[in-house]
């Protein structure tokens, strides 16, 4: 069984920044991408960042050039450092993992994702 913990959410002024983590277990986290979406209140849940199986990477143009994604493997972890923050950022920030070994390319779509973590809420203050 796939499990999703996230860790790193907190509140920020605009301008700072955070880094969240996302650690995984229950199968072989190099296998698959790894994706961070956010969801603010009254909103759909949105894509941020993903990274492919072999480490290749795609953005939403609203987080390009201020938010990085990464992941380690031998930690099982992936990371979200995000800077310049501002409060449009403000959400809760879901981890999700491909459902699909290898895929070769970052999915957007979050039906692709078949397992999510619990979230954690970032708040951006002005």
């Known amino acids: 069984q796939v499990q999703l913990v996230e860790s790193g959410g907190g509140l920020v002024q605009a301008g700072g920044s955070l880094r969240l983590s996302c650690l995984a277990s229950?199968?072989?986290?190099?296998?698959?991408?790894m994706a961070w979406f956010r969801q603010a209140p009254g909103k759909e849940r949105e894509f941020g960042a993903g990274?492919?199986?072999?480490?290749?990477?795609y953005y939403a143009d609203s987080v390009k050039g201020r938010f990085t994604i990464s992941r380690d493997n031998a930690k099982n972890t992936v990371y979200l450092q995000m800077n310049s923050l501002k409060p449009e950022d403000t959400a809760v920030y879901y981890c999700?993992?491909?459902?699909?070994?290898?895929?070769?390319?970052?999915?957007?779509?979050?039906?692709?994702?078949?397992?999510w973590g619990q979230g954690t809420q970032v708040t951006v203050s002005s």
């Open positions: 229950g199968r072989t986290f190099s296998r698959y991408g």
């Open positions: 990274i492919r199986w072999d480490g290749g990477t």
């Open positions: 999700g993992a491909d459902g699909r070994a290898f895929r070769d390319f970052v999915s957007s779509s979050n039906t692709e994702y078949g397992y």
